[in-house]
């Protein structure tokens, strides 16, 4: 089935340690590829996005993802994260032919250990 | 700012009655709404687009009858459950795309509405 497949589910990291959280998708053709963010208690927030051109994107709070398209890859990284980091992560796919709905991955626990 | 509220935030109900939740973009113009249910450490599945003036578009499995949705105007849209049972408690998030701007841009989402049904 095409569906949007998040490798980690449960990540936990102390503090300065480096960060790459795997996200893959099944669908061919175009697609637009998003990561969300939600911490404890507050509603989603969009960290980057991808539509076309340079496939290293850079987000918020220092995150960025590579899209690599032989891999059907979006991998989300950050070179050192921070406590304030702790939340769950989703990788989201848009295929271009569709309506604008957003397919979400499982999601990733971030906890970040002081 | 593209801000979007959801209200109520949390509400508890007895099984079979009917909730409604309101889902407003709040400083801009939302051509289509979404309404996602998220289970307790479970992604967001989609349940329906919502199109203003237009019927809802139900994903497989959806029943339409039991989660009625309206969307009358472009920053209301409104996700009914009807006759709720137990196993309808959940979160409930709504997300909005812009007028103007094609929702493959990005959608902005709600804070969610915890639904408790005794």
């Known amino acids: 089935a095409q569906s949007v497949s998040q490798h980690n589910h449960h990540v936990i990291l102390s503090e300065a340690a480096s960060l790459e959280l795997g996200c893959n998708y099944s669908?061919?053709?175009?697609?637009?590829l998003f990561w969300y963010v939600q911490y404890p208690g507050q509603h989603l927030q969009l960290l980057l996005k991808?539509?076309?051109?340079?496939?290293l994107v850079k987000g918020i709070k220092g995150f960025e993802a590579e899209f690599i398209k032989s891999k059907f890859s979006f991998n989300l990284r950050k070179p050192s994260v921070q406590w304030s980091d702790t939340a769950e992560y989703f990788c989201a796919v848009i295929r271009s032919s569709n309506t604008g709905k957003l397919i979400f991955g499982q999601g990733t626990t971030l906890q970040v250990k002081p | 700012g593209a801000v979007v509220s959801q209200h109520p935030s949390w509400v508890i109900c007895k099984s079979g009655t009917s909730v409604k939740i309101e889902c407003r973009s709040l400083d801009f113009q939302a051509t289509t709404m979404f309404w996602y249910r998220q289970f307790p450490k479970q992604s967001l599945m989609l349940m329906a687009t919502s199109n203003e003036g237009s019927k809802a578009t139900y994903e497989q499995g959806v029943e339409k009858d039991k989660f009625l949705i309206n969307h009358a105007s472009l920053t209301l849209s409104t996700l009914t459950v009807t006759s709720a049972h137990p196993e309808d408690s959940s979160f409930y998030i709504c997300s909005a795309g812009k007028v103007g701007r094609s929702s493959y841009n990005e959608q902005f989402f709600g804070p969610g509405t915890r639904l408790t049904v005794l």
């Open positions: 991808y539509f076309s051109g340079d496939p």
């Open positions: 669908y061919g053709g175009t697609v637009n």
